[in-house]
Every structure is written in C-alpha cells, then in structure tokens.
C-alpha cells in the first residue's frame, strides 16, 4: 500500500502543478474532504487551508502572490502512511518582486487512498525523522 501512496502523492503534486489555473476534478477525488494543509511555516502568508474549499483558497492566494511560481520536487520517500517528499520552491513576490528559492520538505499522510494531510516548510532531515526515518 505505502508503494501506491507514492504514486498518489506523485500525481497530486502533477495536477497541483505549480499552482496555475483551476482544481482538476481528480484532485478533488485523491485529497479527503476534511484534508487539513498546514503550511503555517512558510516565511510568506503563513496559514492552514481545510478540504476542497481550502484547496481552492490556497490556488488562489499562490496565483495571487507569486509570478513565476514553480515547486520541482526531487524526491519521494516512502514511510508506510505518510510520504516526504523533497523539493525546492522557487518564485517571484508580485508585489516587491524579490525572488526566493527554498529546499524545503511535505509530509503527505494518507488513508484509504486519498489525502488527509499535507505539512509544508519542513527541513528534510525533521520531516524524515518526523515520520520514523533517519538518514
């Protein structure tokens, strides 16, 4: 099951995208309707989004505060239920136009296939040892 929350986490992050345009209807499917998004760590509008609405709130605020916004993620780790994935965030404040790009980690945690929770703005290694793992 852990291998099949890998692929699900990599398609959510396919169809998240780098946050431009509408929701996919198959988003809304994989991420449960009480998913919480804590992204509360972020240095730039630090806040939790709640299900589908809150899904749809945060595509908007990322359209409205970034230009130029793009996340590569560059690694997937597979920990039972949860799932990190490592990636770098890079864009453009459209306001003062400063640019920032950040290494950073997501804890994906999953039930029954679908997304129940997803905690941004992690170190790598704390979100590793956050779910189990070391290196």
């Keep these: 099951m852990s291998q099949q929350n890998v692929e699900i986490v990599r398609e959510?992050?396919?169809?998240?995208g780098d946050g431009d345009g509408d929701?996919?209807?198959?988003?809304?499917?994989?991420?449960?309707?009480?998913?919480?998004?804590?992204?509360?760590?972020?240095?730039?509008?630090?806040?939790?989004?709640?299900?589908?609405?809150?899904?749809?709130?945060?595509?908007?605020?990322?359209?409205?505060?970034?230009?130029?916004f793009r996340v590569s993620s560059e690694r997937f780790v597979d920990a039972g239920d949860h799932v990190v994935v490592v990636e770098t965030m890079q864009g453009r404040e459209r306001a003062g136009g400063n640019e920032v790009e950040r290494q950073s980690a997501v804890i994906w945690t999953l039930r029954n296939g679908?997304?129940?929770?997803?905690q941004s703005g992690l170190e790598p290694q704390e979100a590793l040892k956050a779910v189990g793992l070391e290196e």
């Design 12 to 16: 959510v992050r396919a169809l998240v």
């Design 23 to 68: 929701l996919a209807p198959r988003l809304i499917d994989l991420v449960a309707a009480d998913a919480q998004i804590d992204r509360s760590r972020r240095v730039f509008n630090p806040d939790r989004y709640y299900g589908s609405a809150g899904l749809r709130r945060l595509a908007r605020e990322v359209r409205e505060v970034w230009e130029g």
């Design 114 to 118: 679908q997304i129940i929770r997803m």
